[in-house]
């Protein structure tokens, strides 16, 4: 019988004659290893759901045209692609108009996104009836429906004014005699005037026909119902200054000074871009407690046929990484060379790394402290071991046997007992961790590879750092005493 034989049958006869001791430590080490296997699982792997988790909370990057460029969809749809699918939770993109419902004599704002990326990167909203799917439907903000009174099914006309800013070069240039020109202005609640004159031979206003429609009538509206506002524009040569050419509408100074802003601004009909009015439906009322609440919803491609342009003011970005990662991922967007600029929203990306480094701390620190009861446990158990075996331990030292082999053995036995307690506490840990997962995040996790060796391995290290004073205690015996009774 080889030596290596004979020292696995010594360890293995030991661990029998003692089953009810040695059963008390194995179970203690099994407990160890499975909480050490669960909370390394739930540790590297229930931040990846936290993080998924966290994504309701809203985007946290926005996405942004550089200083005198533009963002369209597909520009947007070329950046999105440097980002790796598996971290892109989703991307919605936003463009704000201010629509007039003249209907109403009001205006609002209002976003055109994408609903189905709106989804993902706003879970959080709340939306009594449906988010529209079909062309022309819109989603109203509750603060929006309650002023005006529209409720799911209900119909509204929004027109879109173009702004003066859309016309370029200037204006001047088109005021040549017999032209007819059209321009706009923004007036009281930010509501457009817009304005129509024709030049005379000379290059005066020769007729001026104001569209005050979307001020309140009692103030504004008064520019386009007295015939006396207007008819003081007559002869005159532009540009013509309020309070100086004309006299301003007492209780409607606002009106006044933008029917004054539009004519200045005013473009050849030719090339002043046009009213457009588009009727649609409401599918749903948006709740969210926010600043969302007074917008109106549309989709892109609504918006690109009201106003005829393809543009976007912002995309909002959910990505599942940690702030080092956001952080490589917004500079290697805005270094894309596409003429965007990445910026990571401080307030949830700080939120949820603070969150995931405290729960981190939390597992790790729970997992220390089972370890060191699994430690103590098992010391305490071999601490009785060796007390039981004191007279046997004597008699083979009396024998010749060496300290270095009662070492031997008793560290054998103890790492023999991590090795069956590992192995069974990293599948019952894979299991703990599963249950918790599916509880907590409604998710399941994967199996680690590693984790099987890796959890035998520490395991049969306690257990070997568990048997060091037992050991001690062993060695340190005196074989003459405790052969005399002593």
Do not use: H
């Not at 005829?308 to 959910?318: F, N, T």
């Not at 009785?384 to 046997?392: G, T, Y």
């Not at 299991?431 to 680690?448: E, L, Y």
Request: proline share 3%; aromatic share 6%; charged share 20%.
């Amino acid at each position: 019988m080889t030596k290596r034989r004979m020292f696995l049958r010594m360890v293995t006869a030991s661990l029998l004659r003692r089953r009810s001791r040695m059963l008390i430590a194995l179970l203690s080490i099994g407990i160890g290893a499975t909480i050490l296997a669960g909370m390394v699982t739930i540790y590297y792997d229930v931040p990846r759901q936290m993080r998924a988790q966290m994504r309701s909370y809203g985007a946290n990057m926005l996405l942004m045209p550089e200083e005198g460029e533009n963002l369209n969809t597909e520009k947007l749809d070329r950046v999105l692609q440097q980002l790796p699918e598996e971290t892109l939770v989703g991307a919605a993109p936003y463009r704000y108009v201010r629509l007039d419902m003249t209907t109403r004599q009001q205006s609002f704002t209002t976003a055109a996104t994408d609903f189905e990326q709106v989804l993902k990167t706003s879970p959080y909203f709340s939306v009594e009836g449906e988010y529209p799917e079909a062309a022309r439907e819109v989603l109203v903000g509750k603060e929006i429906a309650e002023t005006i009174g529209v409720k799911v099914g209900s119909e509204m006309e929004l027109t879109w004014q173009p702004a003066p800013a859309a016309q370029t070069g200037d204006p001047s240039a088109d005021r040549v005699p017999g032209a007819t020109l059209s321009g706009s202005a923004e007036g009281w609640s930010n509501a457009l005037v817009s304005v129509t004159a024709r030049l005379d031979d000379e290059a005066r206003i020769a007729e001026l026909t104001i569209d005050a429609s979307t001020q309140t009538e009692e103030f504004g509206g008064r520019v386009q119902s007295e015939p006396e506002f207007a008819a003081q524009f007559i002869g005159k040569t532009l540009p013509v200054k309020a309070g100086e050419d004309v006299d301003v509408l007492t209780g409607a100074t606002f009106t006044s000074n933008a029917v004054v802003e539009a004519l200045n601004s005013a473009r050849a009909a030719s090339k002043a871009a046009q009213p457009n009015t588009m009727k649609y439906t409401v599918t749903g009322i948006l709740v969210t407690g926010g600043e969302e609440e007074g917008y109106i919803f549309m989709s892109v491609e609504d918006m690109r046929k009201l106003t005829g342009e393809d543009k976007l003011d912002v995309a909002e970005l959910s990505v599942s990484a940690d702030e080092e990662q956001l952080n490589a991922y917004a500079e290697a967007l805005s270094g894309s060379g596409e003429g965007v600029t990445a910026r990571l929203v401080k307030r949830v990306t700080k939120s949820e790394t603070a969150v995931l480094g405290k729960l981190q701390a939390l597992v790790f620190l729970v997992t220390v402290v089972v370890l060191l009861l699994t430690m103590i446990c098992v010391s305490t158990t071999m601490m009785a071991v060796v007390s039981e075996r004191r007279r046997e331990i004597g008699l083979r030292k009396a024998l010749g046997a060496s300290d270095n082999s009662i070492r031997v053995e008793f560290l054998g036995e103890g790492i023999f007992l991590g090795l069956l307690g590992g192995a069974l506490g990293a599948i019952l840990g894979f299991v703990f961790a599963q249950v918790v997962s599916v509880n907590v995040f409604n998710s399941s996790i994967t199996f680690q590879p590693l984790l099987l060796p890796i959890t035998v391995i520490v395991s049969m290290a306690i257990a070997a750092v568990s048997c060091l004073m037992p050991i001690k205690r062993a060695v340190a015996i005196d074989p003459a005493l405790v052969l005399k009774g002593e």
